[in-house]
């Protein structure tokens, strides 16, 4: 791997901004800011200039909106962009049409303490622009993009649980896992690292698209076939058993693999839950956060999937998982919706543990 800095552009209307990403950015050994501007106009020539490896980009800017500008430049010239987006439920929605054009992941902007709250987050906006840098950039979705082909809905035992986690580029992902799924699919637990404010919009978003119904998880709530349920931002979702039934499990417990929502928290539950009952799946993300709870969930019984490298934005937490073991099958992303439900239909009805 070349020993040259990644080369980052920050694009932002707040000098605020530009500067403590400057100087977050420039205190990391392998990175460094080429240039800066307040808005999009200014940014494709720095872009044509000076060729950056990521850039970083804010949504509410002049002369041009930031969602325009992603468009087109995805369209034109392909390439990582991390979003700069504010905790707001406008801003999660805008920021997961971000994402849905080809934005690689997004920095929450905090809406009070901007500078202490940005510091906070500088080992996490720097892993970030590494796996950013390191990322396959994707083109924007076309507008009249067929939908996917709607699996048929074979028998399938109520026991049976699907377990999946995501990181960076795990948002589209998760929707072309979920989409192709029928009604009656197994009931789906989801973690994917997002802060909190964010994830109801994405559960709701998944919902509009799905067949199945999609929410973010509450305490202490039934599991039931048909419906997924997403780990809400900042905090842990397990799975547990109450007598006969499957039920969701929050907690406010600390970051695991630095992560809260944690993947592994999830998976490992399952393991010790669910057992050979439980399917999971582990998708594109950086770091290793997920994969020793797959090994876990393999070692219980249950089926494990990891999806393939060319499919993956970044493929961290599959290499992971698949390294040590972890996964019983390597599959590429729009296969894996047809597989879950094929080794749920598989086994017919399992014995409970």
Avoid at 122 to 149: G, Y
Avoid at 200 to 212: H, K
Wanted: glycine share 8%; aromatic share 2%; charged share 25%.
């Amino acid at each position: 791997m070349s020993s040259a800095k990644i080369k980052v552009l920050c694009v932002d209307d707040s000098a605020l901004i530009r500067d403590l990403l400057s100087e977050i950015i420039g205190s990391q050994p392998d990175m460094e800011v080429v240039a800066v501007a307040s808005d999009p106009i200014i940014a494709r020539d720095l872009i044509k200039r000076h060729n950056p490896d990521v850039l970083t980009l804010d949504v509410e800017m002049p002369r041009m909106d930031g969602l325009d500008f992603l468009e087109r430049l995805m369209r034109l010239r392909p390439m990582p962009v991390l979003m700069v987006s504010s905790l707001t439920q406008a801003g999660s929605e805008v920021t997961l049409r971000a994402l849905e054009l080809g934005a690689l992941d997004f920095v929450a902007k905090p809406s009070i303490g901007i500078r202490r709250g940005m510091q906070e987050y500088s080992e996490e906006i720097a892993d970030k622009i590494r796996a950013a840098a390191h990322s396959r950039p994707r083109q924007a979705l076309q507008p009249k993009q067929a939908p996917p082909e709607r699996l048929k809905a074979p028998i399938i035992t109520s026991e049976k649980l699907l377990i999946i986690g995501a990181s960076t580029g795990g948002t589209e992902a998760i929707r072309r896992v979920l989409e192709p799924l029928p009604a009656s699919s197994p009931g789906i637990l989801i973690t994917q690292h997002m802060p909190g404010g964010f994830t109801r919009s994405f559960a709701e978003r998944l919902d509009r698209l799905s067949q199945i119904s999609v929410k973010e998880a509450e305490d202490g709530e039934r599991i039931i076939p048909g419906h997924a349920y997403i780990a809400p931002g900042d905090r842990h979702l397990k799975v547990d058993r109450n007598g006969a039934n499957y039920v969701a499990r929050l907690d406010d417990g600390p970051p695991v693999n630095r992560h809260r929502p944690s993947v592994d928290v999830l998976f490992l539950s399952a393991a010790q839950h669910v057992g050979r009952n439980a399917i999971g799946a582990i998708l594109t993300g950086m770091g290793k956060d997920g994969a020793a709870g797959l090994l876990k969930m393999r070692q219980a019984g249950a089926p494990t999937i990891a999806q393939d490298e060319a499919s993956c934005v970044v493929f961290g937490m599959p290499r992971e998982a698949i390294a040590m073991g972890a996964a019983n099958e390597i599959v590429a992303l729009d296969e894996i919706a047809q597989r879950l439900i094929a080794l749920a239909a598989a086994s017919g009805r399992a014995q409970r543990v």
